[in-house]
């Protein structure tokens, strides 16, 4: 899939998705993602919140983003592909309406650069059709010693099925192609990218990045998800496997 439809797949998927008003599967913080049995406020990964400079990758309505605040972050910003969900954030954040940017993650805009104490992207990483600029761009806008934090399905998940109420391989962990794949009852088509750990971190270290912390939480077993029973987020696959894999990477 060229880069050009995959963006534009994704724009046109989450400005329907927020239309019908559906929420995302607990990738909000403090939530890194869905059945998690910690969150950010047992993990603490943002002990140096207060005070600091937050930039939000993907940050849909606002939402981390006013959880951070809520903890202290003195100055918001957020990109979003999708203008029906900046503007949501525009609202929720009025005195930081100008920080709020509608953009593609992998390219470069106008924001400040070595700037940011922390980096966030709750998943939204497999959403960019260029994990490489994207990265690029996160370094560029982090500050010395800063923080980018990535959480996203584990890669492994993705390669599970439930058959028989077991969950079975079913695809290779190698495959790194493109997919589109359908989210949410609605069933709006979204392109993602599944991508290994180490094409993750490698690309992160490529770009100066180094990794400071990898988290695969433990789970707890639901059958639902905010009341919404996934074909994708199965307990059958969460019994054996991470939900979420979230990683550290900082700037030298
Ligand atoms: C699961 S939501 C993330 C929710 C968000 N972390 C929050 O706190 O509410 C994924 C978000 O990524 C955005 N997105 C998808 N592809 C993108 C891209 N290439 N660049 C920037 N944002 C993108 C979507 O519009 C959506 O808001």
Redesign the pocket.
Same mark, same amino acid.
Do not use: A, H, R, V
């Given at each position: 899939m060229n880069k050009k439809d995959f963006?534009e797949i994704?724009k046109n998927g989450?400005n329907t998705l927020i239309k019908n008003n559906k929420p995302?599967s607990n @990738?909000?913080?403090p939530e890194y993602g869905p059945f998690l049995k910690r969150n950010e406020n047992e993990i603490n990964i943002m002990n140096n919140i207060k005070g600091a400079k937050v930039l939000?990758?993907?940050? /849909?309505? /606002?939402?981390?983003?006013e959880y951070l605040f809520n903890k202290g972050a003195k100055e918001i910003w957020g990109?979003?592909?999708?203008k029906e969900?900046i503007k949501k954030a525009q609202m929720r954040f009025p005195q930081f309406k100008d920080n709020f940017l509608v953009?593609?993650?992998?390219e470069e805009v106008n924001i400040p650069n070595n700037y940011f104490d922390y980096i966030i992207s709750?998943?939204?990483i497999g959403? @960019?059709?260029d994990l490489k600029s994207t990265l690029n761009n996160a370094y560029k806008y982090l500050s010395k010693e800063g923080t980018l934090i990535i959480s996203w399905t584990h890669p492994f998940y993705y390669c599970l099925e439930v058959v028989d109420d077991k969950a079975v391989v079913n695809k290779s962990y190698f495959n790194e192609e493109s997919e589109i794949i359908m989210k949410g009852p609605d069933k709006v088509n979204l392109a993602q990218n599944n991508m290994m750990i180490s094409t993750i971190i490698n690309t992160a270290t490529d770009n100066g990045f180094y990794l400071d912390k990898l988290y695969e939480e433990e789970t707890v077993l639901k059958d639902d998800v905010n009341g919404y029973k996934s074909p994708f987020w199965r307990k059958e696959k969460t019994v054996n496997c991470p939900s979420t894999i979230i990683f550290v990477f900082k700037k030298h």
């Open positions: 963006i994704n989450w995302f @990738t909000i913080l939000d990758l993907g940050c /849909g309505e /606002g939402k981390s983003l990109l979003d592909i999708s969900q953009s593609p993650m992998e709750i998943f939204s959403y @960019t059709s």
